[in-house]
């Protein structure tokens, strides 16, 4: 296993470290192989873990307790998250500090989580949702600070919404995170343009969530692919969504050399890049734990490789300025 600096944390995580929200919450988790595969990772050197309260109520913080416990010889790096008052998953625009993350719910969670994992203080915690423009109000960022003060965590991140990586760069900016969590991946690549660049200026460390964009990189989707009543991806991956998701993945597989895995394909991508500390594979098989972790040891793709995969990238999300003009640009070349 190989580890990287945690930005100015200066701890040293590994490079593969854990997502944790299926085993607290996705249909056909398993506890005891949950905690298997949880316990093959440390093993096998995984010493960063990223849950949240929202994952099962608590659940998914429980499991990791349990094995924070029977591993209470080796520093392990517990991520959690706040969840936002108002449930509301994307941050709307219009949320206000008070609906989404009120100085008294930010400690009211904390101490839950505390509770759950049963820890005397947090390693990283991180808010679920994230608004840039929730920097005007002060409380937000004095909560954040009286919470390390007092010991309870020793540093605090966002968890920025899914495929708006331009709405944190403000965050970071401001100096006052010491992570950030983004979606980043063979397909979503636009934290590269402006988060990354404010990341390492201000020595903050990119958490790159949903290697796989939640299974389609594993390569394992087919066109009938569909989840028991009540399973997200359901909708994630609906029916009019998964064709053209499915295209995109086939379009990947004359890329893959050497017998390499599209799993494999799709982490390296990710740690090639220097500009992330860990990225968090969702796991709950050993099969899935061993296969990614042997991806933190094989080398990084080649420049040749990334520039190819440049043109794999897909533009989600229209909300930034930049994005808004480079779709209308393709449309119009098209
Ligand atoms: N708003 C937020 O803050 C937010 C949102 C989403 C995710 N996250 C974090 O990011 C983590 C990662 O994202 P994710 O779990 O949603 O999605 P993901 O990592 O992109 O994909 C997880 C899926 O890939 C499968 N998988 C993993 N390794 C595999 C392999 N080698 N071969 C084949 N299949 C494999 C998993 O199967 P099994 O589970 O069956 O092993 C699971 O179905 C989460 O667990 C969570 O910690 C945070």
């Given at each position: 296993?190989?580890?990287?600096?945690?930005?100015?944390?200066?701890?040293?995580?590994?490079?593969?470290?854990?997502?944790?929200?299926?085993?607290?919450?996705?249909?056909?988790?398993?506890?005891?192989?949950?905690?298997?595969?949880?316990?093959?990772?440390?093993?096998?050197?995984?010493?960063?873990?990223?849950?949240?309260?929202?994952?099962?109520?608590?659940?998914?913080?429980?499991?990791?307790?349990?094995?924070?416990?029977?591993?209470?010889?080796?520093?392990?790096?517990?991520?959690?998250?706040?969840?936002?008052?108002?449930?509301?998953?994307?941050?709307?625009?219009?949320?206000?500090?008070?609906?989404?993350?009120?100085?008294?719910?930010?400690?009211?969670?904390?101490?839950?989580?505390?509770?759950?994992?049963?820890?005397?203080?947090?390693?990283?915690?991180?808010?679920?949702?994230?608004?840039?423009?929730?920097?005007?109000?002060?409380?937000?960022?004095?909560?954040?600070?009286?919470?390390?003060?007092?010991?309870?965590?020793?540093?605090?991140?966002?968890?920025?919404?899914?495929?708006?990586?331009?709405?944190?760069?403000?965050?970071?900016?401001?100096?006052?995170?010491?992570?950030?969590?983004?979606?980043?991946?063979?397909?979503?690549?636009?934290?590269?343009?402006?988060?990354?660049?404010?990341?390492?200026?201000?020595?903050?460390?990119?958490?790159?969530?949903?290697?796989?964009?939640?299974?389609s990189l594993?390569g394992?989707?087919?066109?009938?692919?569909?989840?028991?009543?009540?399973?997200?991806?359901?909708?994630?991956?609906?029916?009019?969504?998964?064709?053209?998701v499915l295209?995109r993945v086939d379009?990947l597989?004359?890329?893959?050399?050497?017998?390499?895995?599209?799993?494999?394909?799709?982490?390296?991508?990710?740690?090639?890049?220097?500009?992330?500390?860990?990225?968090?594979?969702?796991?709950?098989?050993?099969?899935?734990?061993?296969?990614?972790?042997?991806?933190?040891?094989?080398?990084?793709?080649?420049?040749?490789?990334?520039?190819?995969?440049?043109?794999?990238?897909?533009?989600?999300?229209?909300?930034?300025?930049?994005?808004?003009?480079?779709?209308?640009?393709?449309?119009?070349?098209?």
């Open positions: 296993m190989n580890y990287r600096r945690f930005g100015r944390t200066g701890w040293q995580v590994s490079d593969i470290g854990y997502g944790m929200w299926g085993m607290g919450a996705w249909t056909g988790s398993v506890d005891a192989e949950s905690l298997a595969s949880l316990q093959c990772a440390i093993d096998l050197g995984c010493n960063f873990f990223d849950t949240a309260w929202v994952y099962g109520n608590g659940h998914s913080e429980k499991l990791l307790g349990e094995v924070l416990r029977k591993n209470s010889g080796k520093k392990l790096y517990v991520a959690t998250k706040v969840p936002p008052k108002n449930r509301e998953w994307p941050a709307r625009t219009s949320a206000t500090v008070d609906e989404s993350y009120p100085p008294a719910h930010i400690e009211e969670y904390v101490e839950k989580s505390l509770q759950n994992l049963g820890l005397q203080s947090l390693d990283l915690i991180q808010l679920h949702t994230w608004q840039d423009k929730w920097l005007t109000d002060r409380r937000l960022i004095s909560a954040l600070e009286k919470l390390k003060s007092s010991g309870k965590v020793r540093a605090v991140g966002i968890s920025l919404n899914r495929w708006e990586p331009f709405n944190g760069v403000q965050a970071v900016r401001a100096g006052f995170v010491d992570s950030v969590q983004v979606v980043y991946n063979i397909f979503d690549q636009n934290p590269e343009e402006e988060l990354f660049p404010a990341c390492r200026e201000k020595d903050v460390a990119v958490i790159a969530r949903v290697p796989f964009d939640e299974g594993t394992t989707l087919t066109r009938d692919s569909k989840w028991p009543e009540g399973d997200w991806r359901n909708t994630y991956f609906s029916p009019a969504k998964l064709p053209e295209s379009a597989r004359p890329l893959l050399r050497d017998g390499m895995t599209l799993p494999d394909f799709a982490l390296r991508f990710i740690l090639s890049n220097s500009d992330v500390a860990t990225t968090i594979p969702g796991m709950r098989k050993i099969r899935n734990v061993e296969a990614n972790i042997a991806a933190s040891g094989q080398s990084v793709l080649s420049p040749d490789l990334i520039a190819e995969l440049r043109k794999h990238r897909w533009l989600r999300q229209l909300h930034s300025p930049q994005n808004k003009l480079k779709e209308l640009v393709k449309r119009f070349l098209r």
